[in-house]
């Protein structure tokens, strides 16, 4: 069976209704060499978005999907925290957005290693977050 992966693990498609595909937990859209870039207390993140999933939760939906990527804030830590808190799952990101949001290591980077880094995210985990990319 073909299932999406969340931050509360993979989800079958009997135990999904509603998906919204486009929203942010968290994003900041300051480059990512600015100071506080990036930068948040899971608590503030929580308590900002959890009355927000509620209500998308009281109108039917059933996950989200998190749009911001590696150079616009990307959080993963910090949407599995608000997944967590509010039991409701989130699909991840990896990947990247556009100038000028993309990091100069992935300039540096070549194909190989930028394939390597989004499979290991894929397929494990997103550095240190304890999160797999679900798309």
């Known amino acids: 069976m073909t299932q999406l992966i969340t931050t509360l693990g ?47 939760r009281a109108a ?23 997944s967590e808190a509010a039991n409701f ?3 991840v990101p990896t990947g990247l957005y556009r100038e000028p949001w993309i990091p100069d290591w992935v300039h540096a980077a070549g194909e190989e290693e930028l394939r390597e880094w989004m499979t290991g995210e894929l397929l494990g985990e997103i550095k240190e977050s304890g999160v797999q990319a679900g798309w």
């Open 60 to 82: 039917g939906v059933t996950a989200i999907v998190e749009c911001s990527t590696v150079g616009v804030g990307r959080r993963a830590d910090l949407d599995r925290a608000v």
């Open 10 to 56: 993979p989800k079958n498609a009997d135990e999904l209704g509603m998906i919204l595909p486009h929203e942010h937990v968290f994003v900041d859209l300051r480059t990512w060499d600015q100071p506080g870039y990036a930068q948040a207390d899971p608590a503030d993140v929580i308590e900002l978005m959890g009355p927000e999933i509620a209500k998308a």
């Open 89 to 91: 799952p989130i699909v």
